[in-house]
């Protein structure tokens, strides 16, 4: 629910426009996820509703995948996101991470669309590469900026990432501050997605599973 | 605890118990850090166990799919190989049916117009005459019957005897048949070589041989030119070198076929002689590839020259079996008729069963005859025609230019040729016109007649 100037109501957004000639904006994302094993065939789905890998059921493969944790579906489902590739696309596709499953139609819903005809890889990590990738993205953040140290930073960081990091997740926030300084102040929050270029050549696209940092500056 | 932490205790501090208070929080710190480590790596090989059998299967799926689609390739591919075979011996049964169709045309127009003659014979007395068309027609049945064996032979595959052979008579059998073959759009010349001796090959084969070579500089003149046919005597004290082989020492024979047609590039030079090589739309490729097959069998070489545009010319080098008894491809048994010659005659007859018959009564006897079957065509044959043209057969009465005309004109190109007409008629305008010094042969006549009449014509000062 976002409201502005009046009650938070639902189906809204709220833009944020800063501006200003000392103003230094830098930002960053990145996850850190590895795609593994062979590439699928997305056969069957509608919009973010997914259910057939190659003709199998994608739930089938999740639950194979999952072992025990597959009775913590959705949650242990965002141990492993997919990496997307669209059919004639090559270069780097983006990250969906499941959001619900739905044991009567044996679907998956994810934080963003799915389209048949598209090609799927799980994608895995562990501690250490999540880490790494938010450092990735606190550099990139960075290195975008001009002049001057970050003196705010949003770290917005998937929800995702949280249950594979679980009691260490502080180390997520604490390797970004390594990188931006102790001058910056952090702020931000989990979320179910983020929107930003993966560099800044990118455009903007909607991902999963990232640590997802703006950087603002004034110099 | 994890074990690795509580080994590390027991070594450190003697245990989980002898480890500080104000530390405890970090060892609890560190031993969830191995937990969650250990739970990571756990997920992760069974995650690689499991991505390990599907590509296992889907490695054993594609292994499958391959085996089959190879599988289906084979069969596929021997379908197409006896698709294959079957078409090529469908065309060259059809070659086969198409040569013998000519053959046999020949041989049924002779029969027909000697038996015709026959029964036109007045005086059932004239039995030299009845007996001359009878012991024709017997040849011409012979002829037939020697191309029925030669089919059946062909279709069993028999291998064929070699015999010793007569080449130019060989070849001028052969010649004969060609000439329906070429169009009339093709000037045919032939030279022959004397004192040539004897070759030994099978008949058959070798009219097989040139019927190919023929038959394919036919298909290079696609806007007429001139074939020509001849045969030479070759004697060569030592080796010849030649692009792909060499000539041994020896007598030869050779054997040439040559025409001004597209001619070849080198890159279809390399490949003629290959088995289902080919360069026509509708061709097998076996043709040249037989030439090469048989002139191997019987112990000769062929060489080919030919450039782009400039023709091409194929010799055949057939060794010389010196002056042994030869025998032609003529049946033996019949007495030939007498009056021969190796001129060359023009004919020109618009019906084209007495066209046929004069024709195959002059090449028997060893004329060289170049058939027209109008004014305009004998005209267009003599101003194509390089070399002598001897004479000209001319009929009276034709369609189409008159005869008069046509042979004034074939003079003009030809000054040397002498004139002989023929007619069926006996008194008709046309006739008139012919001068006293005119020839003239009436029909019906008899080979033998005609014969007499073009040596008489010939020797005539």
């Known amino acids: 629910l976002v409201g502005l100037d009046g009650d938070p109501q639902s189906r809204q957004l709220v ?79 983006v990250v969906r991470s499941i959001v619900s499953v739905c044991e009567d139609d044996q679907s998956l819903t994810f934080g963003g669309d799915v389209p048949e005809g598209s090609y799927a890889r799980l994608m895995k990590a562990n501690f250490d590469r999540l880490i790494d990738g938010a450092h990735g993205a606190a550099e990139e ?30 180390e997520e926030v604490e390797s970004v501050r390594d990188v931006l300084g102790s001058q910056a102040v952090l702020s931000g929050f989990y979320s179910y997605g983020e929107i930003a270029p993966f560099t800044s050549v990118d455009r903007c696209e909607f991902h999963n599973q990232t640590m997802t940092i703006t950087t603002l500056s004034e110099r | 605890m994890h074990k690795v932490l509580q080994r590390q205790l027991r070594r450190f501090f003697g245990g989980a118990g002898g480890v500080a208070a104000e530390i405890r ?81 020949n041989v049924l127009t002779a029969i027909i117009g000697y038996a015709e003659i026959a029964l036109k014979e007045p005086q059932a007395s004239e039995l030299d005459t009845i007996r001359t068309c009878l012991v024709e027609i017997m040849r011409g049945a012979d002829r037939a019957a020697s191309l029925t064996r030669q089919l059946l032979a062909f279709s069993r595959r028999q291998m064929l005897q070699p015999q010793f052979l007569d080449p ?6 052969t010649v004969a048949i060609l000439r329906r073959l070429i169009g009339e759009d093709i000037c045919l010349e032939t030279a022959f070589g004397e004192r040539l001796g004897t070759v030994r090959a099978d008949p058959g084969q070798l009219q097989q041989v040139l019927l190919n070579l023929v038959v394919n500089a036919r298909d290079a003149m696609p806007r007429g030119g001139t074939l020509a ?36 590039s080198p890159a279809t030079l390399a490949h003629i002689f290959e088995p289902f090589f080919t360069t026509k739309e509708h061709g097998t490729g076996l043709g ?34 010196g002056d042994a008894p030869a025998r032609t491809m003529r049946p033996s048994g019949h007495h030939p008729l007498p009056f021969q010659g190796t001129e060359t005659v023009l004919l020109v007859e618009d019906e084209q069963q007495v066209r046929e018959l004069v024709s195959t009564v002059l090449g028997g006897l060893g004329y060289q005859v170049i058939a027209a079957a109008s004014g305009d065509e004998a005209i267009a044959h003599a101003e194509r025609h390089a070399g002598e043209i001897h004479m000209l057969i001319s009929d009276v009465v034709m369609p189409g230019m008159n005869s008069f005309e046509a042979a004034e004109q ?50 005539a000062q």
């Open chain 1, 15 to 93: 833009a944020i426009g800063l501006y200003g000639a000392r103003l230094r904006i830098g930002t960053g994302s990145l996850g850190g996820w590895d795609p593994f094993g062979p590439e699928r065939l997305i056969t069957r789905s509608t919009g973010n509703v997914l259910y057939e890998f190659d003709g199998h059921s994608a739930l089938g493969l999740y639950k194979r995948y999952l072992g025990d944790r597959a009775a913590d579906l959705p949650a242990s489902g965002l141990l492993f996101p997919l990496s997307l590739r669209e059919p004639a696309g090559a270069g780097q596709g």
């Open chain 2, 288 to 321: 040249l590839a037989t030439v090469y097959g048989v002139v191997k069998q019987t112990g000769g070489f062929v060489r080919v020259e030919s450039r782009p545009n400039e023709g091409s010319r194929f010799t055949i080098y057939l060794p010389r079996f």
């Open chain 2, 410 to 459: 074939v003079r003009r190109s030809h000054p040397e040729a002498r004139v002989l007409f023929i007619s069926g008629y006996t008194t008709t305008d046309a006739l008139h016109a012919l001068g006293d010094g005119q020839a003239l042969l009436r029909k019906p006549f008899t080979p033998e007649e005609l014969a007499r009449r073009v040596r008489e014509v010939l020797a």
């Open chain 2, 168 to 173: 130019n008579a060989a070849v001028r059998e």
């Open chain 2, 25 to 105: 929080e970090f060892v609890d710190d560190v031993d969830a850090a191995y937990e969650q480590s250990d739970e990571d790596r756990r997920l992760l090989e069974r995650s690689l166990e499991l991505t390990s059998e599907e590509l296992l299967a889907v490695n054993e799926q594609l292994r499958r799919d391959i085996a089959e689609r190879t599988q289906v390739s084979l069969v596929e591919r021997t379908r197409l190989e006896e698709q294959l075979r079957q078409s090529q011996k469908m065309e060259a049964i059809g070659r086969l049916a198409g040569g013998v169709a000519h053959d046999f045309n």
């Open chain 1, 141 to 170: 953040s960075s290195e975008g900026r001009r002049a001057g140290e970050p003196e705010l930073a949003i770290l917005i960081s998937c929800v995702g990432r949280k249950l594979v990091l679980r009691r260490r997740v502080e």
């Open chain 2, 229 to 264: 046919i001849s045969t030479a005597l070759l004697h060569l004290e030592r080796p010849q070198e030649h692009d792909l082989f060499t000539l041994p020492a020896g007598s030869y024979v050779t054997l040439a076929v040559a025409d001004t047609g597209i001619g070849m």
